[in-house]
């Protein structure tokens, strides 16, 4: 009897977990990258002027929708709205009734960077409530590949129960399939959750990949879509073959319609589509809106049967900060030293300097003119110095780490003898790359590691000049051999309890972690903890010639001074143009602990 209830039971969970898709909800939006497409001043103003668009098109065509995925936006066109209260009331009116809607994180962060102070991204969700007359439930992030377990409580913290992600692969292997397109709580070692849905197709995936709408489909993606075809089978041969890849539907799907800081335009056409497709009476219902209440309605009918995962996630992205290693590390003293209690100017001053489009360089390739390039370099430093200042008061455009004290020489060291290799610490400068940071590389000039030990502590310090690295992209790394096979070592964040406990979202360790306090690694004949002010990301990588021999690669600098512009103007630039306030010469101090 026991044995044929629990089949019962097993057969009825594994029947509502394949619920066939019967709604798809769009989400039509526009990505916020605050620098990428434009100057961050031309970026705020366009989106402002976006906005206003949106608002004029859904008071004109009751089935318009809109969704801003960052709350960034929404105070900058606040502030540009100031005093104009018939403007605030019209889009408080339409956000109520969910035709204008907004996602609950402030931008879309390189969190790992900033994993102690996650709480910022949602410290401005009371003062949304109270200008907007809404509360927004679910956290959109998008385009970043990966975020680390903090974001787990940070959320829940804050209130927020739904996270929807749209990772841009394209530097990145995909999602496991059962974490891609289907929803799954994800569990902090906390005990916090949030439901989650990950789609590695990312924000583009209506048209590019479900075929919404027809004709942006058919421009974006003409290999998949040809041009000719009628609307309704563009349609056709996208939803068909996204809704055969889904691992498990239960009843109903999300998927995002944005691009990086479009316009309204293509959100204009979903109505069409939508009625268009429905009116046929083809399955699934197309629903355009925000993802609310796709989470809300899932959340009741299946959230109980969704599987729980527990994993540390990671940072893929977030060692493009090595571009910018000293403001990195003062933005992080200041948000440690300010917290949410700061002003609300002061959190988003802060919670901006996280996002994933705010770092200093040549920009990319063939993006922005010369003009752009130079503006907004000056403008990200300008934001790194307002944010820093919150934490760091006078002492923002200047401080750097107190140098590390170096051990005093004292006993024999038994313990680093057991874990270090013996070979020589050494700093390589190469073409970046992604764990390893830096393959093959020289040592750039006048470098040398000064190192010192005692029983338990190795010490070292180097002093890197980024004007004498080559001009063109080129990453720097310091290495330390141990002394141990590759295969047998694992390494993961000291602050992520998961990730030190082998739990990794994805299933397999990353190639790299990114870890501001530092890593531990386990598998040596003792653990061992290293830590480092300056250096965010670590790799673990096997010597090309002696298998027993792994060396510890910290990832100090990546830059470049080579610059593409628009128009494919190719032209080299100095140094203190791109990354204005980063110091000419940085040193960088390592400690290497070993656990008994």
Not at 38 to 45: N, S
Not at 134 to 146: C, E, G
Not at 490 to 500: E, H, L, N
Request: glycine letters at 10%.
């Amino acid at each position: 009897m026991r044995s044929a209830l629990c089949l019962a039971l097993f057969l009825a969970l594994r029947a509502a977990a394949e619920t066939p898709v019967e709604t798809l909800y769009v989400v039509p939006g526009s990505h916020l990258d605050i620098g990428f497409t434009a100057t961050p001043d031309e970026v705020k103003a366009k989106r402002v002027r976006v906005l206003d668009d949106a608002i004029a098109a859904a008071q004109a065509d009751p089935a318009f929708r809109w969704f801003e995925e960052s709350a960034w936006t929404l105070f900058a066109w606040r502030d540009a709205h100031a005093g104009d209260r018939a403007a605030l009331d019209a889009l408080r009116a339409l956000m109520k009734e969910g035709r204008i809607s907004a996602g609950a994180a402030w931008c879309s962060p390189h969190a790992a960077a900033f994993p102690e102070s996650l709480d910022l991204l949602f410290a401005h969700l009371d003062d949304f409530e109270r200008i907007f007359g809404v509360r927004p439930a679910v956290a959109v992030l998008n385009d970043v590949p990966s975020y680390p377990e903090a974001l787990v409580d940070a959320a829940a913290r804050a209130g927020v129960r739904y996270l929807l992600i749209g990772a841009n692969i394209a530097f990145s292997p995909p999602m496991p399939a059962r974490l891609s397109r289907t929803p799954f709580w994800w569990e902090s070692a906390a005990g916090n959750r949030v439901l989650a849905w990950v789609d590695d197709d990312s924000y583009t995936a209506a048209y590019t990949k479900w075929g919404i709408d027809p004709g942006t489909a058919r421009f974006f993606g003409p290999k998949e879509f040809p041009g000719g075809e009628k609307d309704l089978d563009t349609m056709k041969r996208g939803i068909d073959a996204r809704l055969a890849s889904l691992a498990a539907p239960r009843g109903a799907a999300v998927v995002q319609h944005a691009f990086d800081n479009w316009d309204t335009g293509a959100a204009a056409r979903l109505p069409a589509a939508a009625a268009l497709w429905n009116g046929a009476g083809r399955g699934p219902r197309i629903v355009a809106g925000g993802p609310d209440v796709f989470f809300a309605d899932l959340d009741r009918t299946h959230g109980r049967e969704i599987p729980a995962v527990t994993g540390e996630w990671g940072g893929q992205w977030d060692t493009l900060r090595a571009a910018n290693p000293v403001w990195t590390w003062r933005l992080q003293v200041a948000m440690r030293r300010a917290g949410t209690s700061a002003s609300p100017e002061d959190r988003a001053a802060l919670a901006t300097a996280m996002e994933h489009s705010q770092g200093l360089g040549p920009g990319w390739p063939g993006m922005l003119t010369r003009e752009q390039v130079l503006a907004h370099n000056a403008q990200v430093a300008a934001l790194f110095l307002r944010a820093s200042r919150v934490g760091l008061g006078d002492e923002a455009a200047t401080a750097l780490p107190v140098p590390r004290d170096m051990p005093r020489c004292a006993g024999e060291p038994v313990l680093l003898k057991a874990v270090l290799a013996h070979v020589r610490p050494r700093v390589r400068a190469g073409q970046p790359w992604f764990g390893p940071f830096v393959a093959g590389g020289r040592e750039p000039a006048d470098t040398e590691i000064h190192a010192c030990t005692d029983l338990a502590r190795w010490s070292g310090r180097v002093t890197l000049t980024r004007t004498s690295l080559p001009a063109g992209d080129t990453a720097v790394v310091i290495e330390v051999g141990l002394k141990g096979r590759r295969a047998g070592l694992t390494i993961a964040p000291v602050d992520s309890p998961a990730g030190r406990a082998g739990r990794w979202l994805t299933g397999t360790p990353p190639a790299y972690v990114v870890a501001p306090g530092g890593v531990r690694i386990e598998g040596l004949a003792y653990p061992v903890t290293v830590t480092a002010d300056l250096i965010l990301s670590w790799a673990l990588v096997a010597d090309g010639e002696d298998p027993e021999v792994t060396w510890l690669q910290g990832l100090a600098l990546r830059q470049g001074r080579v610059c593409t512009f628009k128009g494919d103007v190719v032209e080299t630039l100095a140094f203190a143009d791109l990354y204005p306030g980063e110091p000419d010469r940085v040193t960088f101090d390592i400690s290497l602990f070993v656990h008994e």
